[in-house]
Structures are given as C-alpha cells and as structure tokens.
C-alpha cells in the first residue's frame, strides 16, 4: 500500500502533514517571541510563568482536547463558527499543544545565547527587548531544530486531535487516528501501512534535527 501510493493511505498522510505543518506554524507565531522574551527579559512573575509554562509541556492531549471542544461546541463561546469536527479544529488543538513546548525550548536556547552577547549588544545601545530579532537570528539554526521537535509532537499526537476532530473519513481522519480505528477494527494491513509511513517521517525529522544541530556546532566552532 505504501509502495502503491494507495490513495486512501495518501489522502490521510497528506491530510496529516497539512494539520501538523500548519499548526506549528501557528504555534511558532507565538511560542518563539514568547520564549525569546522570557530568556532576555527579567519582571515580577516571571519564575512563576516559566513554571507554568514547562508545566503545560506535559499539558495530557485528551484534556486540550476536552477544554477546545468545550470552546467549539454549539455551546460554547465559539460554538457559532462551526470549527468542530474540522481540520481548523485539529489545528488549533495541535498547536495549542506545541507552543509551550516550542516556547520552553526556545527560552533555553536563547538564555544561553543572551547571557554569552548582552553585553556587547547593550553596548550598541540594544536592551533586551531589541535584542530578540538578533537572538531569534543567530539562534535559527538550534531554533529549527525546536521547530522539528514540535512537528515531531504534532505529528505523532492523537488524544486531542480525535476529541476536536471526530476521525471522519475523508474528511478528519489523520495518521494516527486511522491506525488507533484502523487496530481496533482488526485492518492491519492499512494500519501498518500508516504504522511505516509515521515512522518513516518521525525519523527523518530526528535525522534533520540532528544535521541541523550538527550544522550550528561547526558554525559556533
């Protein structure tokens, strides 16, 4: 089925790099400025809000879900633009999942990097809040790898994804949704299908990550 580019293995592989992709771009709309200015700046609270925020690194998926199908069910606050049960919805669960985690991460790259520049770039008159655009810069190449941990998370999540998005086929369905159904209903060889192809692109992420890594240790050398 792999081999074959069966079309209901590609429909739900296609559909699952959208929603993943997607999502990480959303949450590194937030989470990168957020971990960025946690690093550099210092106010009332901020111990406080980093414990929070590795708290929601371990955030279970099922409970993301539940909160986000209370926020998008006919009955909740927004319940009225009809984003249940849609790929929206798997989007802004997945990402809601990730930005803690690309915002711990971030922060943890960018201290080190703060600590080691801060006082040349004050001398060029930059204080900490304009010295995250140059941070986020030279760190791009760690930073990418942060970004590939979060897909890696998206990718491989299914609690909250199926609570939001109801495993529809055609329409909802997602890798790893298809293989939990797929397992119960007793159809191996489509769930192995999927099994082989997440695998294949959990691996090649790690691969990545760690070239990239690889990549910014010459360049700091």
Known sequence: MVATADPAVAQIVLLSLRVSLTAVAVAALVGLPLGALLAVARFPGRGGVIVVLNALMGLPPVVAGL???L????SGPLGSLGLLFTPTAMVIAQAVLI????????????????EEYAEQLRSFGAGPWRA?????WDGRFMLLTVLLAGFGRAAAEVGAVMVVGGNIEGFTRVMTTAIALETSKGDLPLA???GM??????????????????????WAG
């Open 67 to 69: 909160l986000i199908y």
């Open 71 to 74: 926020l998008l069910s006919r």
């Open 132 to 136: 995250v655009p140059t941070l986020l």
């Open 99 to 114: 930005t803690p985690i690309l915002a711990a991460l971030t922060r943890g790259v960018l201290e080190g990097l703060w």
């Open 197 to 218: 192809v997440l695998m294949a692109i959990v691996v090649t992420v790690n691969a990545l990550a760690q070239g990239l890594r690889d990549t910014a240790a010459r």
């Open 192 to 194: 192995l299908a999927l």
